[in-house]
């Protein structure tokens, strides 16, 4: 019966190499994921905040606080000078421009004012008047916030304001993560799930369809031996492409693996286990292999975005973080992504392990019965 | 393959009943697709099972294979009985299912070796493929392979453990009358080889050919079983006068009656069977009924089309005992 086992794995290892179009991709979407999110939102300032500056004022006040805001080319806040100002908030309103900021006229005299060394406290500071689109709201905010520190800035150079106190951003981890770091370990977490999800239902409802498990049934082979050499065939498949998306994340984008090799093999053969053993429940529940794509879709797709792939779990509201994180795929991404980023060891994921773990062995007894060979 | 040695071991065993199938019933829900069968096939003999299509062949083939849990009777196939030893019956069975697929994407030679490692003991993949005229095709891919060509793995793989029964599922269906004989020949030479054969087909021209008995199959029921030979002489008649008899159907109770007394009052003519307004004259004695049958007709003024004689056949045996057609739906 082990010979049984060897050739049922061999020919299932063979069917994945011979189905190109499959392996191509089941691996290109997350590939593209990741290429994509990586290199618009990883690699930081993809944000443009194009800023009309009308000067009413002319004075020399007004052309160094100008100045000043030009020169922040670090900043993603592209100031130009223009004169007019309807044809600026033209240019925002059909959304070339994000901001205009307007210098009223009088301002070179305030200003003279409250930095004159005998201002009155009761001097009143000049008001630039900052238009934005409020449907815009990220950016928006982006942009309030940018050209507030900006004007904060000018003004306390202007008064000669000398800072007490000041914050300096430090990581505790003292680990430099970006963005992609938080990706890659979501993406691949993301492709274990739906090639197994779909993978399985789609292909063990396909066969039974056509005959394929019937008549293996005929035979002395027992379910137990093609299940096990499902199952080796595809740890090995999910295996290749998982270290295929991971040295293409460390090559490309640099991603960090921190944590052990090992755990992360490890944690990818337990979140294989556990969706395969979804996939199996859903290939015995589909009727057909045409509903077996719809189901695993329906399933799949909103655990995409519940769990942790592309958005922290932290950040969803309270009422979804409850169910989100007795999900496997939360715990997938979260385990991945802690031995890639912080390098966490097996004493801290252990509950993480348990949780796929008892995925895996519920939802294979659920499996075993509702699997049907017709 | 099985040995000369063997071979003779197996024709002297003929006469012994190697598949006993005892009053097995099927249900779906309100519908019974098998109702009562019962059956004795004999060591090394062609079984067919005839009937139209949902007579209930394949439900009974299944029941015996041990691929259905039959709702009532008992099927013991080479002494085993399927539900207390199915293990063992699959041991001894090979089996080609009615229009499986195989793996599009393996080559022959890998899905023989495969289904080879099923069983605790099989033949060597080579000879095997060769006697099934694959051998040049075993590195092909499966879906590279013609219908005729799938037919004779699917035949192949029901061989790989040297069975002592072979079940074939309409072997022929769906294939070109070129590659049905090849198969036919096929299937002589395992019979010849010793191999005890359950065949299902609705070609009554293929039952005919190969098998030793025919269980003729009805709406779930064994309405017939003998050999091809007594089955078409049970109609007592070697030969069949067949017309069609346009607007008989549109004809009054009375007219329609006194048309069959016509009919049967033909000379020699032993039965009058029909099914919508096709009639047929069966007789011992063709032309002296032909004759009779243009004369009376003509003097009643009896109009008919698509006249023509023929042998009697199974078709005839199935006609003449459900009143229906077997190619009809």
Same mark, same amino acid.
């Given at each position: 019966m082990?010979?049984?086992?060897? !050739?049922?794995?061999?020919?299932?290892? &063979?069917?994945?190499?011979?189905?190109r179009?499959?392996?191509f991709?089941?691996?290109?979407f997350p590939l593209?994921?990741?290429?994509m999110?990586g290199?618009?939102?990883?690699q930081?300032g993809g944000?443009s905040?194009?800023?009309?500056?009308v000067?009413?004022d002319?004075?020399?006040q007004?052309q160094?606080?100008?100045a000043?805001l030009e020169?922040q080319s670090?900043s993603?806040?592209k100031?130009?000078?223009?004169s007019n100002?309807?044809?600026?908030l033209d240019?925002?309103?059909k959304?070339?421009? !994000?901001?205009v900021?307007?210098i009223?006229?009088g301002?070179?005299?305030?200003?003279a004012?409250?930095s004159a060394?005998?201002a009155s %406290?009761s001097?009143?500071?000049?008001?630039?008047? /900052?238009?934005?689109?409020?449907?815009?709201a990220?950016r928006a905010n982006?942009?309030l916030?940018?050209?507030? !520190?900006?004007v904060?800035?000018v %003004?306390k150079?202007?008064?000669q304001?000398?800072?007490?106190v000041t914050?300096?951003?430090?990581?505790v981890?003292s680990?430099?993560?970006k963005?992609?770091?938080?990706l890659?370990p979501?993406?691949?977490a993301?492709?274990i799930?739906?090639?197994?999800?779909?993978g /399985?239902?789609?292909?063990i409802?396909?066969?039974?369809?056509r005959g394929?498990?019937? &008549?293996?049934?005929?035979?002395?082979? &027992?379910?137990?031996?093609?299940?096990?050499?499902q199952?080796?065939?595809?740890l090995?498949?999910?295996?290749?492409?998982?270290?295929?998306?991971l040295?293409?994340?460390?090559? $490309?984008?640099?991603t960090?693996v921190?944590?052990?090799w090992?755990l992360l093999?490890? =944690?990818?053969?337990l979140g294989?286990?556990? =969706?395969?053993a979804?996939g =199996?429940? $859903?290939?015995g529940l589909?009727?057909?292999?045409?509903?077996?794509?719809?189901?695993?879709? /329906?399933?799949? #797709?909103p655990?995409? #975005?519940l769990?942790?792939?592309?958005?922290p779990i932290n950040?969803m509201p309270?009422a979804f !973080?409850? /169910?989100?994180?007795?999900l496997?795929i939360?715990?997938l %991404?979260?385990?991945l992504r802690?031995?890639m980023n912080v390098?966490?060891?097996?004493s801290e994921l252990?509950p993480?392990?348990?949780?796929l773990?008892?995925?895996t062995?519920v939802?294979? $007894?659920?499996?075993s019965?509702? =699997?049907r060979?017709? | 393959?099985?040995?000369?040695?063997?071979?003779?071991q197996?024709?002297?065993?003929?006469?012994?009943?190697?598949?006993?199938?005892?009053?097995?019933?099927?249900r779906?829900g309100?519908h019974?697709?098998v109702?009562?069968v019962?059956?004795t096939?004999?060591?090394?003999?062609?079984?067919?099972?005839?009937?139209?299509n949902g007579?209930g062949?394949?439900?009974?083939m299944?029941?015996?294979?041990?691929?259905?849990?039959p709702d009532?009777g008992?099927?013991n196939?080479?002494?085993?009985?399927t539900r207390?030893n199915?293990?063992?019956?699959k041991e001894v069975?090979g089996?080609?299912?009615?229009s499986?697929? *195989?793996f599009?994407?393996?080559?022959?030679?890998?899905?023989v070796? *495969?289904?080879?490692?099923?069983y605790p003991?099989?033949? +060597?993949v080579?000879?095997?493929?060769e006697?099934?005229m694959?051998k040049?095709k075993?590195?092909d891919r499966v879906k590279?392979?013609?219908?005729?060509?799938?037919?004779?793995?699917a035949?192949a793989l029901a061989?790989?453990?040297?069975?002592?029964?072979?079940f074939?599922?309409? +072997?022929?269906t769906?294939?070109?009358?070129?590659a049905?004989r090849?198969?036919?020949?096929?299937?002589?030479?395992l019979k010849k080889q010793?191999?005890?054969?359950v065949l299902?087909?609705h070609?009554m021209?293929?039952?005919?050919?190969l @098998?030793d008995r025919? @269980?003729?199959?009805?709406?779930g029921?064994v309405?017939?079983?003998?050999s091809p030979e007594r089955?078409v002489?049970?109609?007592q008649?070697?030969?069949?006068?067949?017309?069609?008899a346009?607007?008989y159907?549109?004809?009054?109770e009375?007219?329609?009656?006194?048309m069959?007394q016509?009919?049967q009052s033909?000379a020699e003519?032993?039965?009058?069977?029909?099914?919508?307004d096709?009639f047929i004259?069966?007789?011992d004695n063709l032309?002296a009924?032909?004759?009779?049958?243009?004369?009376?007709?003509?003097?009643a003024?009896?109009?008919?089309a698509e006249?023509?004689?023929?042998?009697?056949?199974l078709e005839?045996?199935?006609?003449?005992?459900?009143?229906?057609s077997?190619?009809?739906?």
């Amino acid at each position: 019966m082990n010979f049984a086992y060897v !050739q049922l794995t061999l020919a299932q290892l &063979r069917i994945f190499a011979r189905n190109r179009q499959m392996l191509f991709f089941t691996l290109l979407f997350p590939l593209l994921l990741m290429i994509m999110l990586g290199s618009f939102v990883g690699q930081g300032g993809g944000v443009s905040l194009d800023t009309v500056i009308v000067d009413h004022d002319g004075t020399p006040q007004s052309q160094s606080l100008i100045a000043s805001l030009e020169f922040q080319s670090v900043s993603p806040l592209k100031a130009i000078a223009g004169s007019n100002e309807t044809q600026a908030l033209d240019a925002l309103k059909k959304g070339d421009k !994000q901001f205009v900021i307007v210098i009223p006229k009088g301002y070179g005299e305030q200003i003279a004012a409250v930095s004159a060394p005998s201002a009155s %406290s009761s001097a009143s500071a000049g008001k630039l008047a /900052v238009y934005f689109d409020e449907t815009d709201a990220t950016r928006a905010n982006l942009g309030l916030a940018v050209i507030g !520190q900006l004007v904060d800035g000018v %003004s306390k150079k202007i008064t000669q304001y000398k800072p007490a106190v000041t914050i300096e951003g430090k990581g505790v981890r003292s680990l430099n993560l970006k963005y992609i770091d938080f990706l890659v370990p979501g993406i691949v977490a993301m492709m274990i799930m739906s090639n197994n999800l779909n993978g /399985v239902a789609g292909q063990i409802s396909s066969w039974r369809e056509r005959g394929v498990l019937r &008549r293996m049934q005929s035979t002395t082979l &027992r379910a137990p031996t093609f299940i096990a050499a499902q199952i080796t065939a595809r740890l090995l498949l999910n295996g290749v492409q998982a270290l295929v998306l991971l040295l293409i994340g460390s090559l $490309i984008f640099h991603t960090q693996v921190n944590g052990s090799w090992w755990l992360l093999i490890l =944690f990818v053969v337990l979140g294989t286990l556990a =969706f395969m053993a979804i996939g =199996f429940i $859903i290939a015995g529940l589909a009727k057909t292999p045409d509903s077996a794509g719809p189901i695993a879709g /329906v399933i799949s #797709f909103p655990l995409m #975005f519940l769990g942790g792939v592309f958005f922290p779990i932290n950040s969803m509201p309270a009422a979804f !973080q409850g /169910v989100v994180k007795l999900l496997p795929i939360s715990h997938l %991404s979260t385990a991945l992504r802690q031995v890639m980023n912080v390098g966490a060891g097996m004493s801290e994921l252990w509950p993480q392990a348990a949780l796929l773990g008892g995925w895996t062995i519920v939802a294979f $007894i659920v499996a075993s019965f509702t =699997f049907r060979w017709d | 393959m099985t040995s000369a040695a063997e071979a003779i071991q197996n024709a002297s065993d003929s006469g012994q009943p190697i598949i006993e199938a005892d009053g097995l019933v099927k249900r779906y829900g309100a519908h019974t697709a098998v109702n009562g069968v019962r059956f004795t096939v004999m060591r090394g003999e062609v079984f067919g099972l005839l009937g139209p299509n949902g007579a209930g062949k394949t439900t009974t083939m299944e029941m015996i294979e041990g691929l259905r849990r039959p709702d009532g009777g008992v099927a013991n196939v080479a002494g085993f009985d399927t539900r207390k030893n199915l293990q063992k019956v699959k041991e001894v069975i090979g089996v080609q299912l009615q229009s499986t697929s *195989m793996f599009d994407l393996l080559k022959v030679k890998e899905i023989v070796r *495969m289904y080879a490692s099923f069983y605790p003991k099989s033949l +060597p993949v080579e000879p095997l493929l060769e006697e099934m005229m694959l051998k040049e095709k075993m590195n092909d891919r499966v879906k590279h392979l013609s219908g005729g060509q799938k037919q004779r793995l699917a035949i192949a793989l029901a061989l790989v453990n040297d069975p002592q029964v072979v079940f074939l599922d309409e +072997p022929t269906t769906g294939l070109d009358p070129q590659a049905r004989r090849t198969l036919w020949d096929i299937i002589l030479k395992l019979k010849k080889q010793g191999k005890t054969i359950v065949l299902s087909t609705h070609y009554m021209d293929e039952a005919h050919i190969l @098998c030793d008995r025919i @269980c003729l199959m009805d709406q779930g029921k064994v309405i017939a079983l003998d050999s091809p030979e007594r089955l078409v002489r049970s109609l007592q008649s070697d030969s069949a006068i067949e017309f069609r008899a346009s607007g008989y159907e549109s004809l009054p109770e009375a007219e329609r009656a006194g048309m069959v007394q016509l009919l049967q009052s033909v000379a020699e003519v032993k039965q009058v069977d029909m099914r919508k307004d096709v009639f047929i004259l069966y007789t011992d004695n063709l032309q002296a009924s032909l004759i009779d049958f243009i004369g009376k007709a003509g003097a009643a003024d009896l109009s008919y089309a698509e006249l023509q004689t023929r042998t009697a056949t199974l078709e005839d045996v199935f006609i003449h005992m459900t009143g229906r057609s077997l190619r009809e739906e």
